[in-house]
Structures are given as C-alpha cells and as structure tokens.
C-alpha cells in the first residue's frame, strides 16, 4: 500500500496484471479543474476513509466514466467518494483499465476483471478499513455505469456487489439505445451478436442482481439517452430486484455532484437516504 495525497492507493496487482503485456505506453493524466487519466498501466484502487466515530460500515467502489477511452477521477471519483466520506460511508476510486490501451491482450474483459479485483481486495481488507463485508457495492457514472451494471449483472462467486449505484449510465450496447463511442471503444467496430448481447445489461438482470439505484436526466439525448436507465429499471422490477430511480427533466449528460444546479443538485441526498435504507 502507498500513501496519497489524501487517499490510500492500493495496486489492484501487485504480483502481476493479468491479460497484459508489456508496450511502450505511458499512463495520461491531464490536471484541470478535473482530473482525467487515460491509457492506464497498472490499475489501481484509492480508499478514502471516513472518520472513524462517523464510519457506519458501508464502502462504495467508484468507475468514473469517459466512454471507455479516458477516465473522469476527480469529478466522477474522488468528489464522490469525499461526499460518501461526509456521511459515514468509505469511498473507494477505482482507476481501471480502459480497451483501447494497446497493452491489452483481451480488451473489452479487463475493465471487468480489475472491477472484480477491486471488490475482492475491499472485502480482505474490511477489517484494517472498518467496513462490512456484506455493505460493499459498486457505483459508475455513464461508461462507467456500464463498468458498474456489467459486475451487478455478470459477477463471478466471490465479486458480487451488495448494491449498485448507476450514474447516467450506459447500459445497452444495442445500436439503438446505447452511446456509440462507448459501445465502439469496448466492443469493437463491428461486435458480433453474441458479444452485443452479453455486454447489454439490460439483458443479463436475474433475480440474484443486488439492489440498485438509478439517476438520469431526461434531455441527455447527445450522449446516453435516458432509455438505458428506463431498460434497467424495468428488468429490475420484473426479476423482483430491489430498485429505486430518479429522473430530472434537465441535467444532459456528465453533470457530476451536479453542485449548483438547483434541484438536480439533490440527487445525491436521495442517494444517502436509499443507502441509510439499506442499512
């Protein structure tokens, strides 16, 4: 483990990151009042803990987004997981491995095998952490909603979220309803059928995937339309899966804490309430 700045970086695999090989590509970062990372090396999780006499045992892995090709890690991540902080709750940034690297030997698995790493890493270490193992769930803002929705829906034995909070989230890679460079940046340009339909979320909800919360505005026509969360929520209902959305008549798309926007800025106080249910 290594120190941050403010939070706790923990290599997803420090004895070797599987499906990779050795390129010459460097990560990216680029600092604004963002920070957005791309071409990423060697996956990462950033723990950032409450204080202990707030602590309430809940951890939340963050995917930020950015289309499969870059990552939103400030605004979609750590602002998050400071806000989670604020109510008791251990926030935990995950930095994964985004399918265009050149790195990759199967890319379209890795973003899901470094999310699943990330969960199993969380729960060996929910002592020193102070979380319950049983409270561990998964959030992803719009590509990394689909990041999110694949692990709610396509999760092996030991990797399954407790809950799942999905971001204006892509959740189809059919043509129709999804969000093109998503889909083109995991998938390929020209994905057959069957890949098609194992990565649409949609398809894949079971009566086993964990309680989940969505939030979408319902002008985000430029980029994730809003009938990804509409699909969702409906195969949700009918597999008796425990559900909660809300939609916001304006927003678009990557609006974030949304702080300053008059009532959509309340999403996340809805968020706290569901996940306060949870408990």
Request: aromatic share 8%.
């Given at each position: ?137 998964v959030m992803g ?120 926007k008059g009532h ?16």
């Amino acid at each position: 483990m290594l120190s941050a700045q403010e939070g706790i970086v923990v290599k997803l695999w420090p004895d070797g990151i599987p499906t990779q090989q050795i390129v010459q590509e460097e990560e990216n970062v680029i600092v604004t009042d963002n920070v957005r990372i791309s071409n990423v090396q060697d996956p990462t999780i950033e723990v950032f803990l409450p204080d202990r006499s707030e602590a309430n045992g809940q951890a939340v892995i963050i995917c930020p987004g950015g289309s499969y090709k870059w990552q939103s890690y400030k605004k979609e991540g750590v602002d998050m997981a400071k806000k989670l902080n604020a109510h008791g709750i251990v926030g935990i940034v995950l930095k994964y491995r985004l399918p265009n690297s050149k790195s990759l030997i199967e890319p379209q698995k890795a973003p899901l095998m470094d999310a699943e790493q990330a969960i199993r890493i969380v729960r060996s270490t929910a002592e020193e952490w102070e979380i319950d193992v049983n409270k561990v769930g998964v959030m992803g803002f719009s590509a990394g909603g689909h990041l999110a929705s694949t692990q709610a829906t396509h999760f092996s034995e030991d990797s399954r979220p407790d809950f799942a909070i999905l971001v204006y989230p892509v959740i189809s890679m059919k043509k129709e309803v999804t969000h093109g460079g998503s889909r083109r940046n995991l998938l390929g340009e020209n994905p057959d059928q069957g890949r098609i339909k194992y990565y649409s979320n949609e398809l894949q909800v079971s009566t086993n995937t964990p309680p989940t919360f969505l939030v979408h505005a319902s002008n985000d026509k430029a980029a994730v339309v809003v009938k990804n969360s509409l699909l969702f929520y409906e195969e949700l209902v009918k597999n008796d899966v425990t559900a909660e959305m809300h939609l916001y008549p304006t927003g678009g798309h990557g609006f974030g804490l949304a702080l300053g926007k008059g009532h959509l800025s309340t999403w996340s106080d809805r968020l706290m309430e569901w996940l306060t249910s949870l408990n």
